[in-house]
């Protein structure tokens, strides 16, 4: 077993900060040479406390240092409900000699020995490391001792993670429990964080000043030097002070290299970068999410410094309403994130640094508009489609944002994402016949019309995160193209509906999904039917199937020629609205189909488990298949303002339509919930209630605690799976 030779550490700290000493206090100082006296080079972690007059610990640590030790270090005490009002750091750099195993002397063959000459082999090896020297001034933020041995274990688990090179890990931990902090501030920061920054870059040859003047805020000495570690700027030496209020904080940098920096660009950007970063953990309390945004803000500010306008960008987003809407942003969804601010991060800046937009209600006509001007502008298809889809992005962000920074309800919400999806049909469909008809010409039938269908939530305009677009398309009838009759009509449609699915760019089980399936014949008919051929497939000899009907209570146009449009409803209502008895045993047992082999055995699927969602909207539609052959007013395709109607009808209890609608809109907004973090329209299983998860889920459902969405999700779920044993449609 190998020993190590330490060098005189006291010697090596004077050397490497000559001027420390005198900038300490006698406290912090007694603690530094504490640490040094009992040096070992090993990787482990050492603490110290010495308990203060006045109800406060100076704690030193000394442990394995690497880019994101003192963000680690001091998220643990602040996780451990203790505010840092002091602190000193430093990085302190030895070299260990560690001595090498003897070498063996070769065997001597018999006979003359060759000349060589005689190789001298090291007996030592020489290794750089590098410590963190850290001593804290810290109070309880609660009145409480801390526990000391609690906190020795974690630090001595951190060390062990440094020396295996797993630091990440432990920057993870941290962030979560930090968050977990961040949620039980009482308080919303509303103010604007009055900073002011300063660097230097003469008085140390080694090392960039920078110091901060400010408020402080909760955890900023863990978020900031989180946020510095992103940027992979290193901290060697930092010195915080607290006084009334308000810190004085200075921190020696280097960058990746270790190396100085010296240019005015770089250390304007430092400058501009640290107010963005004060400014943003100022407002963290008020994110859904503290830890998820963190990561985001992180991930972003990393983003920037690779753009060339970076600099100008940051001034602008230092705004803090701006820098509110940020926050509210980044907490609350992984899916908008990765989906816009990454892959689309063009969209984010346009709509964030416009205020008086975010709180605009665009109309489809404003919208449309919009994009006919922008595509008259292209100079070719392929650009048409560009420009096209860069407004149908920035608009959907644009109400996704304005859904979760509270300017909309989820009501709202849904209305304003179905608006903006008639606009996108419409006008990608148009964009589609003119691209089709440069090939073949315009289809004829005196002339040849056609009609767009929406059906299941854009039907009833309950669109929201991850809602598909489902669509029927329908032409008036037979006939050839125009004079060069190179096609017929349903070619024609066939090919400008898969012009179509071209057009509209989505990311699968994303935003925008076009979803065909409730087509004549499904997946297995033409992408587009003739009117003749769609009142036959629904007709009394046609082949529709049963559970079709429920489906279509939910069909309005949306896009198309108006009359066209009005026959394809008349053949709706006489198959919806027919005489004919439902078939509520037939229903019941798709249904029951639908749940056994959907939902994964032992998971709890909020929309199609017994008592999922769509048990609420099966049952309003056969409410209204029963009551709408006889009333007009019956027949609405929103699944609210269906369960409204016939309440005011008299065909509800008002008890009933009062629970209908509190479970439907619990349920839906679940599903919005599960969607806007996972960015999967699909997954839609509710997480275990004792998982991290699930908490996560109630907090950003707006639920005191996860054990208070855990029982409100067996009421509303119950009250729906029973709904047809108790009260079935009459």
């Known amino acids: 077993m190998t020993t190590e030779i330490a060098p005189s550490v006291l010697d090596e700290f004077q050397e490497q900060w000559p001027d420390a000493r005198s900038d300490l206090d006698p406290p912090t100082a007694s603690l530094i040479d504490a640490l040094l006296e009992r040096w070992d080079s090993g990787g482990g972690a050492h603490l110290l406390v010495e308990p203060n007059d006045e109800g406060s610990w100076t704690v030193g640590v000394r442990i394995p240092d690497r880019l994101g030790t003192l963000s680690v270090v001091s998220g643990l005490f602040t996780n451990s409900g203790l505010d840092i009002f002091r602190a000193d750091t430093f990085t302190l750099v030895t070299e260990v000699e560690t001595p090498l195993p003897v070498r063996m002397r070769r065997r001597r063959e018999p006979g003359p020995q060759p000349t060589v000459p005689r190789r001298r082999f090291p007996t030592v090896a020489k290794s750089r490391r590098e410590h963190a020297l850290i001593v804290f001034r810290l109070r309880s933020a609660d009145g409480r001792s801390p526990d000391w041995k609690k906190i020795r274990g974690e630090l001595g688990t951190f060390a062990d993670q440094v020396s295996e090179g797993d630091i990440e890990t432990a920057r993870a931990g941290v962030i979560d429990r930090f968050a977990h902090k961040m949620r039980r501030e009482s308080h919303r920061n509303e103010i604007r964080a009055e900073t002011e920054i300063s660097t230097d870059s003469t008085s140390y040859p080694r090392h960039t000043l920078l110091t901060i003047r400010s408020v402080d805020t909760v955890g900023f000495l863990f978020a900031f030097t989180n946020a510095l570690t992103s940027l992979r700027v290193n ?69 920037l410094l690779a753009r060339p306008d970076w600099i100008s960008e940051l001034h602008d987003l230092e705004s803090p309403g701006v820098l509110e809407t940020l926050a509210e942003l980044m907490g609350f969804s992984r899916f908008l994130w990765e989906d816009f601010l990454r892959m689309q991060h063009e969209n984010l800046f346009p709509v964030l640094l416009d205020p008086e937009g975010l709180n605009q209600v665009r109309a489809r006509n404003e919208l449309s508009e919009e994009m006919k001007r922008a595509a008259s502008r292209a100079a070719s298809p392929e650009e048409r489609v560009r420009v096209f889809n860069e407004i149908k992005d920035r608009e959907m962000f644009r109400v996704d944002l304005r859904y979760i920074t509270g300017r909309t309800d989820f009501s709202e919400f849904g209305q304003e994402v179905t608006t903006l999806a008639e606009a996108v049909v419409e006008r990608a469909f148009e964009m589609s016949i003119v691209n089709v008809a440069e090939r073949h010409g315009l289809p004829t039938e005196a002339p040849c019309t056609w009609a767009i269908m929406a059906l299941g939530k854009f039907g009833g305009r309950d669109m929201g995160f991850g809602s598909d677009i489902e669509l029927a398309f329908v032409y008036e009838g037979e006939g050839r193209a125009d004079e060069r009759g190179t096609v017929n009509n349903s070619t024609f449609f066939e090919e400008a509906v898969r012009e179509f699915l071209k057009t509209v760019e989505t990311r699968e ?64 209502e006489a198959f919806v609205y027919s005489a004919e008895p439902l078939d509520v045993d037939n229903m019941l047992h798709l249904r029951r189909r639908q749940a056994d082999e959907l939902v994964e055995p032992g998971k709890l ?100 605690s996860p054990a208070r969405l855990d029982a409100m999700l067996g009421e509303q779920m119950d009250f729906a799976r029973d709904l047809w044993k108790e009260r079935p449609p009459s």
Not at 247 to 264: N, P, R
Not at 562 to 570: G, Q
Not at 675 to 687: F, Q
Request: glycine content about 6%; hydrophobic content about 35%.
């Open 235 to 303: 901290v060697r030496r930092a010195r915080v002070r607290t006084v009334e209020g308000r810190v004085e904080d200075t921190f020696w940098l280097t960058d990746s290299s270790l190396g100085k920096i010296k240019s005015e660009r770089r250390l304007r950007q430092a400058r501009v970068a640290a107010a963005l970063i004060k400014q943003f953990t100022h407002l963290l309390p008020n994110a859904p999410d503290p830890a998820q945004a963190l990561r985001q803000f992180n991930s972003l500010t990393a983003q």
């Open 605 to 704: 699927n909020a929309k199609l488990s017994p008592g999922g969602v769509v048990d609420i909207e099966y049952y309003v539609q056969a409410w209204q298949i029963s009551r709408g052959r006889e009333d007009r007013d019956a027949r609405m395709t929103g699944t609210v303002e269906a369960v409204e109607s016939l309440c005011s009808r008299g065909y509800l209890p008002e008890d009933l339509s009062h629970r209908l609608r509190e479970s439907y809109q619990f349920l839906r907004q679940l599903i919005e919930a599960l969607r806007a973090v996972r960015g999967h329209s699909k997954d839609l299983d509710v997480p275990p209630p004792d998982s991290k998860e699930f908490d996560h889920l109630a907090h950003r459902l707006g639920m005191r």
């Open 509 to 572: 089980h994303g935003v925008f999904e076009i979803d065909l399936r409730l087509r004549p014949y499904g997946s297995k008919g033409p992408m587009a039917s003739s009117l003749a051929a769609f009142a036959d497939y629904y007709g009394p000899s046609g082949d529709v199937r049963p559970f079709e009907r429920l489906a279509l209570v939910r069909m309005r146009p949306v896009a198309g020629d108006c009359e066209l449009a009005r026959r394809v409803i008349s053949v709706q």
